[in-house]
């Protein structure tokens, strides 16, 4: 009882420019680099922002962030937590980075830029793979799935069109690793051998031009729950 007095808890407000993302074992995101008025700050993110934040982040984006701030008051030590990421939208000098845009979920809707029906097209909504980020999923090789996630998109040309958001417990913890890809199919025990047919599988029709070569039906030994 007495820990719970000694901790203030208020609510934060501010702005700064995003430095970099900080990672736990190497994978995990757990909160923003930000600079301030004040200097460098670390801002930990909820647990709804870290399993919903896109990693293209350009450094230098100009953001104002929103959450609790916990200071204990023995120590001295003060705890930012955001619970509200969104693009700054007073930067003057910042108008290059404004322009690129901000990847979801922190951009707020915007309307169609000056460009070419073309380019419109690649702004919708991408496709999305869920990976199982619990520890139990992790140890059975769901880092190097992901991992494989990630060059598996790169090879084909996806990046773009199709993004990797790690989740929480999927419930099926001995069955480890999980996932679900965009069309609801759930892969249990997949491993990152199988990533690359796993991609050929969902995503033919969409690097097809990346793989005019392969044309084979590709058989993924693992286990899908409905």
Known sequence: MSDSHSKEVSNF???????????????????????????????????????????????GTWLQIVGKKKH?????????????????????DNDRIT????????????????????????????STILVCQKSDCMKRGGKAVCQALEAALSDRGLEDQVTIKGTGCMKNCKAGPNLVMPD?????RIQAGQVPALMDKHFADKSEEHQSDHHKEIVIPVAINS
């Not at 995990?28 to 990693?55: P, S």
């Not at 322009?99 to 991408?126: C, D, E, F, W, Y």
């Not at 609801?184 to 249990?188: F, G, V």
Request: with cysteine.
């Open 13 to 59: 407000c501010l702005e700064g420019r995003f430095i970099d993302f900080i990672l736990k074992d190497g994978y995990k995101l757990k909160g923003l680099q930000i600079w301030t008025a004040e200097g460098e700050c670390y801002v930990k993110l909820a647990k709804h922002l870290r399993f919903a934040f896109d990693l293209r982040l350009p450094p």
């Open 72 to 92: 204990e008051s023995a120590t001295g030590k003060v705890t930012l937590k955001a619970e509200r990421v969104m693009a700054a939208r007073a930067d003057v």
């Open 99 to 126: 322009q690129m845009g901000i990847p979801s979920p922190i951009s707020q809707p915007q309307q169609p830029s000056l460009t070419s029906k073309g380019n419109a097209k690649s702004t919708k909504a991408k």
């Open 184 to 188: 609801k199919t759930r892969y249990s």
